[in-house]
């Protein structure tokens, strides 16, 4: 079945650093590819996606780039505010309509002001 | 909007217990529903997933069972607890057809001891 690898398992930044999370995925079935973040004590929750057929995707400080061939996916977050510590998850999900996902361990991100 | 609740928030079990955990969805129709488990540490596992009302796929054996009895409602049991099933277990939705955000309930925090 899938595997979904992420790069690195923690990171500790100071407040207005950039960080770079990888993630890496084995079924070239897959099609797409959600992130969430966890803040502690707080719920899962979405925070950008990428389809297949896109190549990258940006939303405010957010910017994930997608290479098909390489199955690769890296999710690079620009000026860190304390607020963004969290658990990063990258996911990958087949293109059903099971909604089944595959998650990776997960980044911890600590962002120090 | 769209809310999600679970219960109960959080439970200290015996070992060879039974258990029962609920997840209940308002204001979304005929969603996908989800039941994944988190480790303490932070990897997530989706256990199953259920696209209509009486349909159950599981997606990994851990001797536990998911039943959907109503349309908004997702029901993880067990009639034998085990030392490994202590962990966080969250609830999510989406809508209908698989490759969309998922949306995740605030978890049961369960210790077996």
């Known amino acids: 079945g899938e595997q979904v690898e992420q790069l690195p398992s923690s990171l500790i930044v100071q407040e207005g650093a950039s960080v770079l999370i990888n993630c890496s995925y084995t079924d070239s079935a897959s099609v797409y590819f959600p992130w969430y973040k966890q803040e502690p004590g707080k719920r899962l929750q979405f925070i950008i996606d990428i389809r297949s057929n896109m190549e990258r995707k940006q939303t405010q400080r957010l910017t994930l780039l997608f290479d098909k061939k390489t199955k690769h996916l890296s999710l690079h977050i620009t000026a860190t505010q304390p607020g963004d510590s969290a658990i990063y998850f990258c996911?990958?999900?087949?293109?059903?309509?099971?909604?089944?996902?595959?998650f990776g361990d997960g980044t911890v991100l600590t962002v120090k002001p | 909007a769209q809310t999600i609740h679970q219960w109960p928030v959080a439970e200290i079990k015996a070992v060879g217990s039974p258990l029962s955990l609920g997840c209940t969805i308002k204001?979304?129709?005929?969603?996908?529903l989800y039941w994944y488990w988190q480790a303490t540490g932070g990897t997530l596992q989706q256990l199953f997933y259920?696209?209509?009302?009486?349909?159950v796929e599981s997606v990994v054996q851990l001797n536990l069972s998911a039943s959907r009895p109503k349309d908004d409602q997702f029901i993880l049991s067990t009639e034998k607890l085990l030392l490994s099933h202590s962990g966080f277990y969250l609830c999510?939705?989406?809508?209908?057809?698989?490759?969309?955000?998922?949306?995740f309930g605030p978890g049961t925090r369960l210790t077996v001891l």
């Open positions: 259920s696209i209509t009302v009486g349909q």
């Open positions: 999510a939705w989406s809508p209908r057809g698989g490759t969309y955000e998922q949306y």
């Open positions: 204001g979304k129709s005929s969603p996908n």
């Open positions: 996911s990958a999900s087949l293109n059903t309509n099971t909604g089944k996902l595959t």
